[in-house]
Structure formats: structure tokens, C-alpha cells
């Protein structure tokens, strides 16, 4: 779907080894099942393990990133919530998101969650929260340029209304 919505999508590009690892195995067992060119097979094994893998597991993530390109923040916001909650509690599928979700995102979704987070409620209006999530973004990763880009336009902002 088409959306006039930023969106980033910062690839961590280390991450296609592990990646080459599982298609590579999933390969292995399509030659073992007798396969004569287990290469088809494999690679769309692959995608759609990736796919169920994203779907449920981050599904909560996804169903926010549909409300957001449908302009629907306030509806989004609950579910970066569950998300951000979900990576919480279960660390270790984000930390190895690249094998537990097949994803090559650079960005682990908690981080992703907050950001996402952040932009809703600016774009709500809301923008003392969207200040404090984005400030919460900078806590847990001080590099995050989003953040520290959002930040100094809404610090701007505030500089040129005084």
C-alpha cells in the first residue's frame, strides 16, 4: 500500500549471514525430502516463515504501522504499547530478531516501537508525550537519529514561538 507517511528502514546488513544460515538449512531439507532443485522450494519456505514469523509474532507492530499509513495515530498508539511490551518481556526474539523473526531491521522493535510511539502523538498534537517518548528513545539508545532529529525540530520550534 502506498502511503504518503515516512516510513525508515535501516537495514543491519550483517544480518543476512544468519539469515543464508536458515535458507541454507531449510534448503538442506528440501534436497534430504528429495527435492531435485531444492532451491525454489526453499526460498519460498523461506519468505513464508518470514512472513508468519512477522505476522505473529510482531504482529502488533504491524497492525500499528497499517493504522499509521491509514492516518489513524490514536489507533496505532496501542499497539507499539503492546508491542514495545511484548519485546519487553521476551528480549531475546528482538535481540535475535535476525534468526526468531528473519528480520534485517537495524533498528530492534522496541526502539522501533518507541519512535513509532513519538511520531503518533506529534502527529496527534500531543506533543509534551511525543517530546517524552522520543526523550525515552535517547535513554535506550543514544544514537537514535530520528529522535534526536524530532527532538531538535520540536526544541527549534519551541525556541521560535518564545
Partial sequence: MASNVPVVKQIAWISILPQMVVLGLIGALCYLAGFTNP???????????????????????????????????????????ASYRFFTDKPWVDKYRYVTLLSSSA???????????????????????????????????PNNGLAQTALRMMESVEKSVE
Wanted: include cysteine.
Fill in 39 to 81: 532451491v525454489f522450494p526453499a526460498v519460498g519456505i523461506y519468505w513464508l516463515l518470514a512472513y508468519v514469523l512477522r505476522a505473529t509474532v510482531a504482529g502488533d507492530h504491524r497492525k500499528g504501522m497499517r493504522l499509521v499509513k491509514k492516518h489513524d495515530y490514536a489507533g496505532a498508539i496501542p499497539f507499539f504499547e
Fill in 107 to 141: 533498528m530492534d522493535y522496541r526502539e522501533m516501537a518507541l519512535c513509532n510511539i513519538a511520531f503518533c502523538y506529534s502527529q496527534i498534537g500531543d506533543g509534551l508525550k511525543a517530546k517524552a517518548y522520543y526523550k525515552q528513545v535517547l535513554k535506550g539508545y
